[in-house]
């Protein structure tokens, strides 16, 4: 499927022509939403305070079983609040090791009936 007239996340510039990159890849359009999700802070985005889930804020935290169920809960909640036109979500997992929190999302893309997995590692 051929996504038309969607930005590239991260935001890039093509060096030949000076335009704008484009994503023609809805399987890539769809991971680019979900990272963008993931790795934004709620306050980070001026007219959208309310948009990202703060994931990246439990870094250090216990690495404990209640820990993980909060990290899938925000994840869970902010993916189907800014997403749910886009993917179902299947299973989140997060873990935590030292300074690195991994976060795993199983999807399902809507509009093709396919099952994802995308998996993030944050770490600072």
């Not at 996504?3 to 022509?17: E, G, I």
């Not at 309310?50 to 902010?78: E, H, R, W």
């Not at 036109?85 to 690195?100: D, F, H, N, Q, R």
């Amino acid at each position: 499927m051929e996504v038309l007239n969607s930005l590239r996340f991260p935001f890039k510039v093509d060096a030949a022509s000076g335009q704008l990159r484009e994503e023609h890849d809805y399987d890539s359009y769809i991971k680019q939403l979900i990272r963008q999700v993931l790795l934004t802070n709620l306050g980070e985005r001026i007219n959208r305070p309310d948009f990202g889930c703060n994931i990246k804020s439990m870094v250090f935290d216990l690495n404990n079983p209640a820990t993980s169920s909060f990290g899938k809960t925000i994840v869970y909640q902010a993916l189907t609040q800014w997403l749910s036109g886009y993917i179902k979500t299947e299973a989140i997992e997060v873990l935590s090791e030292e300074s690195t929190l991994y976060v795993s999302v199983e999807y399902t893309v809507i509009a093709n009936g396919e099952k994802r997995f995308l998996n993030v590692e944050l770490s600072i």
